[in-house]
T-cell receptor, first 114, second 107 residues
């Protein structure tokens, strides 16, 4: 199993450009998440999904959109990138069980917006 | 709303010295607490979770509901323990993370 993968690994954008980050998992997990990691801020949840076709806002959703058309994929879109969106983005997935579930993280995407 | 507090940003310890990372939570429901570790800007990995009461890589953490704490401890730090450590509380299908602790183990 590849686990959780993210593409691309690095990207540089100019202000106003758009892009999509792809997260894929092969563990048949129901839940998927997008976080951003910034120095001194820890991990903050952007959006998440509890199943195919459903998405919900997290802590910092503004400026981002997501889609979960297939269970194994969770896409994060930036329609008009801003320098404040320079960050490291992590995707995660988890099984939706009755017991506390572990989140499995992807390797991260380092995004710089100029 | 969930809130997880990790008061110290940076912790430097000598190899062989004890390590304690503090974590306090504020979720009003039943807490489900985790510690994640991130080595050198890699992906986050689960270190341990309170429900399993296990010891991983010499680390332990005990849930103290009275103090609403889940502090991470290791009696003898090793150089390979240098990493970022995040405490997290699960509620409403999501994890709330603390801001993290950078641990530097000095040889």
């Amino acid at each position: 199993n590849a686990g959780v993968t993210q593409t691309p690994k690095f990207r540089v954008l100019k202000t106003g450009q758009s892009m999509t980050l792809l997260c894929a998992q092969d563990m048949n997990h129901e839940y998927m998440y997008w976080y951003r990691q910034d120095p001194g801020m820890g991990l903050r949840l952007i959006h998440y999904s509890v199943g195919e076709g459903t998405t919900a806002k997290g802590e910092v959703p503004d400026g981002y959109n997501v889609s979960r058309l297939k269970k194994q994929n969770f896409l994060l879109g930036l329609e008009s990138a801003a320098p404040s969106q320079t960050s490291v983005y992590f995707c995660a997935s988890s099984y939706a069980g009755l017991a506390p579930d572990t989140q499995y993280f992807g390797p991260g995407t380092r995004l710089t917006v100029l | 709303a969930q809130r997880v507090t990790q008061p110290e940003k940076l912790l430097s310890v000598f190899k062989g010295a004890p390590v304690e990372l503090k974590c306090n939570y504020s979720y009003s429901g039943s807490p489900e607490l985790f510690w994640y570790v991130q080595y050198s800007r890699q992906r986050l990995l689960l270190l341990l979770r309170h429900i399993s009461r296990e010891s991983i890589k010499g680390f332990t953490a005990d849930l103290n509901k009275g103090e609403t704490s889940f502090h991470l401890k290791k009696p003898f730090a090793q150089e390979e323990d240098s990493a970022m450590y995040y405490c997290a509380d699960r509620g409403n299908n999501r994890l709330a993370f603390g801001k993290g602790n950078q641990v530097v183990v000095i040889p």
